[in-house]
């Protein structure tokens, strides 16, 4: 597998946040003395070799995106794991030294909004923490509705707390199998967002398509949200072709294949991570065609440009693309 290029550092210190999540501070190795600058909503891809082969797992960075001298990350350990986050719970330990990709974003924080409504599920919580700490540092007031499903399973509360008690911003907690609790009402919330806020929302899936369906009314830039899984399939069906303008070579895609399956059988391969159009590692120049976007990365209007795209999961709805490979 190609990969984009890599730095290391060394585990400082794993601290337990909640039921099944576990925080990791990350330092650079010496002789450096920094890591990489990030933005708001910035995440790390983390390599590692497992039997199987090489493994690329993605994690939102959540520290203030001022420090260069750390960065830190939370990792849910998902029941169904293949690798990553049980690597890192069972595994991982502080001396450790993990290999990195420099950050990269596609969740940003818009400075410029006169305010922010925050809308976290579960570990969906990590990219809004740096949000959240760009808001205050910038002084625009904000707004976090937090669900999990029981306290116990809400990560970072303690940080939440002293931003609350500081003031600027306000913590709303949720937990839907407790007592008497329910699920967001995220109609609600958005009916009642501030004059020209603007809103933001990391979490499951359920929660994620529920957002988009309450969000449909708003101007688009307004509306933010990061996946953590795919949506839907990838485009496998087959019967285009597609010419590699640096490469000066083509290849027809059969239907059962993605692009990025033919690539890899060609030796030509963009650098890519996770495979379901989540994580932008993939991205493409696009010189000519129309594209099948079937990717969580780009906007509706970075789709409508025909540009980019992401060749791990994405097609094409002309016979031929064209592209920067």
């Known amino acids: 597998m190609t990969t984009a290029p890599t730095l290391q550092a060394r585990i400082r210190a794993t601290t337990f946040e909640a039921a099944g999540v576990l925080g990791l501070e990350l330092v650079p190795l010496p002789p450096a003395r920094a890591l990489p600058a990030f933005a708001a909503g910035a995440h790390i891809d983390r390599h590692l070799t497992t039997p199987d082969g090489p493994l690329v797992r993605s994690y939102s960075l959540l520290n203030d995106p001022g420090e260069t001298h750390r960065y830190c990350i939370g990792v849910h350990r998902d029941p169904r794991s293949r690798g990553g986050s049980r690597h890192v719970h069972e595994v991982l330990r ?24 925050f809308i ?42 002293a931003w609350d008690r500081q003031g600027g911003g306000q913590v709303l907690l949720n937990f839907d199998c407790e007592p008497g609790g329910k699920m967001l009402d995220l109609r609600r919330l958005v009916a009642a967002l501030p004059d020209g806020a603007h809103v933001y929302c990391c979490g ?11 969000t449909a009314g708003l101007p688009p830039g307004r509306v933010h949200r990061e996946y953590f899984a795919a949506k839907g399939s990838p485009a496998t069906g087959g019967g285009y072709s597609v010419a590699l ?15 990025l399956d033919c ?63």
């Open 245 to 259: 303008a640096r490469s000066r070579r083509t290849l027809a895609v059969p239907e059962g294949k993605s692009l």
């Open 94 to 117: 502080p001396g450790q030294v993990l290999t990195l990709s420099a950050p990269r974003n596609h969740f940003p924080l818009d400075e410029r909004a006169p305010f922010n409504v």
């Open 204 to 214: 499951p899936r359920p929660m994620l398509e529920a957002f988009e369906q309450a």
């Open 263 to 325: 690539l890899i059988e060609m030796q030509i391969e963009p650098p890519f991570s996770c495979r379901e159009g989540v994580c932008g590692t993939c991205e493409v120049r696009v010189l000519d065609g129309t594209p099948d976007h079937r990717d969580l990365v780009l906007s509706d209007a970075e789709r409508a440009a025909n540009d980019r795209m992401m060749v791990c999961c994405s097609g094409a709805r002309s016979p031929m693309l064209v592209l920067d490979l």
């Open 120 to 161: 976290a599920g579960g570990i969906g919580i990590t990219p809004l923490l740096g949000m959240i700490e760009r808001s205050r540092a910038l002084g625009i007031p904000w707004r976090l509705h937090y669900s999990a499903r029981t306290r116990p399973h809400a990560a970072f509360l303690d940080r939440l707390a």
